[in-house]
């Protein structure tokens, strides 16, 4: 009887513990599953929260350094915030399904690289009755957030424990994460590095080399990028005009926000938007899963 009681005794201090785990702090930004994709070739993406990225085809890739990783059926990819990389497709149409995701500060730094899962791990226990199930869940916004959030929590759980830095690794510069962020906030408007030097209390020439040796560019190339792929999110996310997404990206006027989003994608924002929707205005509600968004900069990441 007394060793009953013993064992007794654990179980209820283990479930005591199970009982007062806290969940991890992941919110979802954006979602979406495009068909028909033929233009994605960005010569640098970084952004402060995670991406999740799915093709149902082959025909694209990410370059991350000189590693060149190929979006295939069989594969998903988890790539942490502040990760520079590229993107590159040919000329063949192919379907991609991505989520823009956030982890609070309960959740352990990363090495900035991507990781590569196999697809039936991460959209158990077939991708394609996931998809069907996004699709036919759209409407109903509990059903699709549990699918969503169930993804993301398969891919965090399988981030390799050498993934994670230790305590005595090197982090993110603190200053450049709090540049980082101010920047990611202030979009709309795009501050110089004089202001943003202000809010860090850095002198400038520290400030773009210590960015430079972080993120691998200057502040305001990250800057210019960061403003481009917002503008593609309007462009393919909400009924806003070229005109307004150039105000609510802080450029000038049409033109130079056009100027701009070739110099950068080789492609004509009207051009850009008539390739990914592929169908009639009429059509657009429909045709997208995700859900439309206002004209708002993307919540700042918790930097690692």
Request: hydrophobic share 35%.
């Given at each position: ?15 005591y ?10 919110k ?21 929260f995670?991406?999740?990225w ?64 196999p ?16 699709m ?82 200057s ?62 205005p ?23």
């Amino acid at each position: 009887m007394a060793q009953i009681g013993k064992n007794m005794s654990n179980i209820t201090k283990s479930t005591y513990y199970i009982l007062n785990l806290e969940p991890p702090d992941v919110k979802i930004l954006q979602y979406n599953y495009f068909h028909g994709v033929t233009s994605w070739n960005y010569p640098v993406l970084s952004s402060p929260f995670w991406y999740l990225w799915h093709n149902d085809e082959s025909g694209a890739c990410l370059i991350y350094e000189k590693q060149t990783i190929e979006l295939l059926p069989d594969r998903t990819l988890l790539i942490p915030p502040n990760t520079i990389f590229s993107t590159r497709s040919g000329a063949r149409p192919f379907d991609q399904f991505y989520i823009h995701f956030t982890t609070g500060e309960s959740f352990p730094a990363v090495r900035r690289a991507p990781l590569v899962f196999p697809a039936e791990s991460i959209f158990s226990p077939d991708p394609k009755e996931f998809f069907y199930d996004v699709m036919h869940h759209a409407e109903n916004r509990l059903q699709l957030s549990m699918r969503l959030y169930e993804v993301l929590f398969r891919a965090l759980a399988q981030i390799p424990e050498e993934w994670f830095l230790s305590g005595t690794e090197k982090k993110m510069d603190d200053r450049i994460v709090r540049a980082v962020q101010f920047m990611n906030g202030s979009l709309g408007r795009a501050p110089g590095n004089r202001e943003i030097c202000s809010r860090i209390r850095m002198s400038e020439n520290n400030f773009i080399r210590v960015f430079r040796k972080e993120m691998g560019i200057s502040p305001q190339h990250y800057l210019l990028m960061r403003r481009i792929e917002w503008s593609r999110n309007l462009l393919l996310n909400s009924t806003l005009s070229i005109e307004e997404i150039a105000e609510c990206t802080g450029f000038s006027d049409r033109y130079h926000f056009s100027k701009m989003f070739k110099y950068v994608t080789h492609c004509s924002p009207a051009a850009y938007r008539r390739q990914t929707m592929r169908i009639s205005p009429s059509d657009e509600k429909s045709r997208s899963t995700s859900h439309k968004l206002r004209c708002r900069n993307l919540p700042t990441a918790h930097s690692p």
